[in-house]
């Protein structure tokens, strides 16, 4: 397995882990938010992933839905940003306040 950061996320009583890589330009989550439904939203250019399983909620809102950007200001954008990835989300289980993570 390759090295990555693990990024463990408390959010009410529950808990994740997830790489931590954006898996739009893998750049770091640590300042994401995360909505109370769950989804976990890059402040970068604010794509959403479901926490529980990774699926994409949303990729990139401000490209158009072929991945292409009509703005210019964000047109170089769209050619890194047409592989669209889902979240890598680890199973995570918490016994006697420990956080246990499966990497594999
Ligand atoms: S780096 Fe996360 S949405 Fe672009």
Request: net charge negative.
């Amino acid at each position: 397995m390759e090295a990555f950061d693990l990024l463990v996320i408390r959010t009410g009583e529950s808990v994740f882990a997830i790489n931590n890589a954006c898996p739009h330009l893998h750049l770091p989550l640590t300042n994401a938010d995360v909505t109370e439904e769950g989804v976990l939203v890059c402040n970068m250019h604010l794509s959403c992933f479901d926490l529980l399983t990774g699926d994409i909620k949303a990729w990139c809102p401000g490209l158009d839905p072929d991945g292409t950007a009509k703005n210019p200001q964000i047109k170089a954008l769209g050619n890194i940003s047409k592989n669209r990835t889902p979240l890598n989300v680890f199973p995570v289980r918490v016994n006697e306040g420990r956080i246990w993570v499966a990497l594999e």
